[in-house]
């Protein structure tokens, strides 16, 4: 039997205001024991599918007590007044959606 430590963090920089953002980390690491390459995957896709689920959870929970619920996103905050149509359509919304009602936020759409 093997043993390894996985290690696996996701960070997002979030844009509120003009000049003002809101950095959210969440990270794990975990030591896992294996015999195989596929048990080895099949263990860090789990962590990887508990992270993504407490990165969102994260998410929603900074959102709300913030008080922002959606927020513009843009690939270039530089864009200046005069710029073509297809540059200004290049803005990005992200929703946050439960997937059942009794459900807590784990889906997040971009």
Same mark, same amino acid.
């Given at each position: 039997? $093997?043993?390894?430590?996985? $290690?696996?963090?996701? !960070?997002? #920089? ?23 390459? #596929? ?12 992270? &993504?689920?407490? !990165?969102?959870?994260? &998410?929603?929970?900074? &959102? ?6 959606? $927020? ?14 297809? $540059? ?13 009602? %009794?459900? %807590?936020? %784990?889906?997040?759409?971009?």
């Amino acid at each position: 039997m $093997k043993k390894t430590i996985v $290690k696996k963090a996701i !960070f997002r #920089k979030l844009c509120t205001a003009q000049f003002e953002s809101v950095d959210i980390h969440v990270e794990v690491e975990e030591e896992i024991e294996w015999n195989t390459d #596929k048990e080895k995957l099949e263990k860090t896709e789990k962590i990887l599918k508990a992270l &993504l689920i407490d !990165f969102n959870r994260t &998410l929603v929970q900074t &959102l709300e007590q913030l008080g922002l619920s959606k $927020k513009l996103a843009t690939v270039n905050s530089n864009i200046p007044s005069t710029a073509s149509k297809a $540059k200004k359509e290049s803005k990005k919304t992200f929703t946050l959606r439960k997937r059942d009602e %009794d459900d %807590d936020y %784990d889906v997040l759409d971009f």
